[in-house]
Nanobody, 123 residues
Framework: QVQLVESGGGLVQAGGSLRLSCAAS????????MAWFRQAPGKERDFVAA????????SYAESVKGRFTISRDIAKNTVYLQMNILKPEDTAVYYC????????????????WGQGTQVTVSS
């Protein structure tokens, strides 16, 4: 079992920045990679970014490329999402997730999820 706790969300004006953190605990040795998803009210939970644990290979949704950066600290079992040039369309609850076999944009590929942290971007 893996437990994930997100933090760092808040209210920011358009064009501003936030850094989200996700701390993992439990049987983290089985982790292949981690990802960030986001979900706005009444909408589906969408892929944002992912990173492999061993090599640090990253992937991003087209909507956040050039603005968001995912990274990890292996010693701290923590993944981060640096969000720059934020837009009102980025407003959502952001969730981190753990993949055991492969990384992808489907929610079904992730075994564990955090509780989420709210990000609100004002215009």
């Amino acid at each position: 079992q893996v437990q994930l706790v997100e933090s760092g969300g808040g209210l920011v004006q358009a064009g501003g920045s936030l850094r989200l953190s996700c701390a993992a605990s439990g049987r983290t040795f089985s982790t292949y990679g981690m990802a960030w998803f986001r979900q706005a009210p009444g909408k589906e939970r969408d892929f944002v970014a992912a990173i492999t644990w061993s090599g640090g290979t990253t992937s991003y949704a087209e909507s956040v490329k050039g603005r968001f950066t995912i990274s990890r600290d292996i010693a701290k079992n923590t993944v981060y999402l640096q969000m720059n040039i934020l837009k009102p369309e980025d407003t959502a609850v952001y969730y981190c997730a753990v993949a055991l076999r492969r990384l992808g944009e489907s929610r079904n590929e992730y075994a564990y999820w955090g509780q989420g942290t709210q990000v609100t971007v004002s215009s």
